[in-house]
């Protein structure tokens, strides 16, 4: 039987045009060299580059290719921090919330931790958005820098960044927004949504993993992560992947061209399976109640009187693939910060959709979990574990 894979926030699988794009340039030459096949890998590149800023509506100059979103999330929280530090801020002070992907908030509390950064988090509601009157009310006249998702990973929940964006401009404070989980299913427009920064990652829309993007306004002042050869401005120096960036680029014309069609086919699989797991005894849908606050792809779950490894084994046996939404570093499962941050107790299950999702998908797992639930609560056919799962942080918090 194939996997039922419900798991497309983790990673989606890679469309042809990514593959066929990544094949082509897998052996181009160094993008740096003046020769005709460094040129036309060059050309690769800038193509790739065009291409995803048409998708942001931004400008090619504000694209810098990463390794992933981790990496361009660091990017513009230290590089903004830094730079503002350079430029003579003494004791800059930095916004962000409690519901942010590990890649902001672990950098966030590295830089205070070291002392480069005041740091005040902002709680989100219960539904896990952030409201834009709590941002601003963070934001004191040593902020330089503010950092909100602009779609949660684990709950889908999208907040509202034209509310806070102008403000901040006008008090002179960079805006930087992980976006990682929004490109597939939302229309990001750069300038409409007032970001001076922006992180995406290409395996979530289509593309090879390993392949990020930092948009960054023209002007924006940030520094290096990395010192060295110089290339994408000198903010991103090492040499271009250009197998990798020419199939992220592929992959977001794709994912921009069939982007409002996924988000409506998503939105009805989704409504199905959140609809077909109602009726099972103690499952509850977590996150924004109104359909436009969330993500077409989500459902996230919590249910009461079942263990998590329990459920994770019984869904691997049945080969349905979705994250349990725990982080488990030693085995244990410990609860998500984004959970703990909006008091969701009971055990977290996301289901997210993808591209590849079909009818069927959604119903099977729409039966496994009829079967599997009671009977985990009732202590009945609880698989047992036969291997030792790899796990590390990573594995859910994605
Ligand atoms: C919201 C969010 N930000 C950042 C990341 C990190 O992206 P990457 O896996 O490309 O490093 C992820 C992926 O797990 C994510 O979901």
């Known amino acids: 039987m194939a ?5 497309h926030a983790a990673t989606t699988p890679p469309r042809p045009e990514a593959r066929a794009a990544l094949s082509m340039w897998l052996d181009a030459a160094n993008a740096s060299s003046p020769h005709a096949p460094g040129q036309r890998a060059r050309m690769a590149i800038e193509e790739a580059r065009e291409t995803v800023a048409d998708a942001l509506r931004c400008s090619p100059h504000e694209v810098v290719f990463t390794s992933g979103g981790t990496e361009a ?4 929280v230290k590089g903004i921090v830094w730079a503002a530090r350079d430029r003579g801020a003494t ?18 509390r590295w830089l205070a931790d070291r ?31 503010v950092s909100v998702m602009a ?31 929004a490109f597939a299913t939302l229309p990001i427009d750069v300038p409409a949504w007032g970001v001076d920064a922006m992180a995406l990652s290409a395996h979530k829309f289509g593309g090879p993993q390993g392949v990020g993007i930092a948009v960054l306004r023209r002007g924006l002042a940030i520094d290096p992560l990395a010192h060295g050869g110089g290339q994408d401005r000198g903010v991103r120096s090492g040499t271009f992947a250009a197998g990798l960036i020419a199939a992220c680029g592929a992959a977001a014309r794709a994912a921009a061209d069939d982007r409002g069609s996924l988000a409506t086919r998503l939105r009805a699989l989704s409504d199905r399976l959140a609809a077909g797991v109602a009726g099972i005894d103690g499952v509850h849908r977590d ?10 792809s989500h459902v996230h779950l919590s249910i009461d009187g079942i263990a998590s490894d329990g459920l994770i084994l019984a869904l691997d046996d049945a080969e349905v693939a ?32 993808g591209w590849t999702s079909t009818e069927e998908d959604v119903d ?20 047992t574990l036969s291997f030792a799962p790899l796990t590390d942080q990573s594995r859910s918090d994605a």
């Not at 996997?3 to 798991?7: A, H, I, S």
């Not at 999330?73 to 513009?76: F, I, S, T, V």
């Not at 099977?364 to 698989?383: E, K, N, Q, Y």
Request: proline share 8%; with cysteine; glycine share 8%.
């Open 3 to 7: 996997t039922t894979y419900l798991d």
């Open 73 to 76: 999330d660091n990017l513009a």
């Open 91 to 108: 004791d800059p002070h930095l916004v962000t919330t409690a519901v942010e992907h590990a890649a902001v908030l672990e950098p966030a």
């Open 115 to 145: 002392g480069d950064v005041d740091l005040t988090v902002v709680a989100p509601g219960p539904d896990g958005r952030v409201a834009p009157e709590d941002v601003l009310a963070a934001v004191r006249d040593d902020t330089v820098l």
């Open 151 to 181: 779609a949660n990973n684990e709950l889908g929940a999208i907040n509202d960044l034209t509310a806070i964006a102008p403000t901040l401009q006008e008090r002179g404070v960079a805006l930087h927004s992980d976006a990682v989980q």
């Open 287 to 296: 996150g924004p109640v109104e359909a436009a606050d969330r993500l077409a």
């Open 322 to 353: 979705a994250s349990p939404g725990s982080a488990c570093g030693s085995g244990a499962a410990k609860p998500s910060h984004v959970l703990s941050a909006v008091g969701i107790a009971g055990t977290p299950l996301r289901l997210s959709l």
């Open 364 to 383: 099977r797992a729409i039966d496994v979990l009829t079967d599997v639930i009671p009977r985990l609560r009732s202590g009945a056919g609880a698989p």
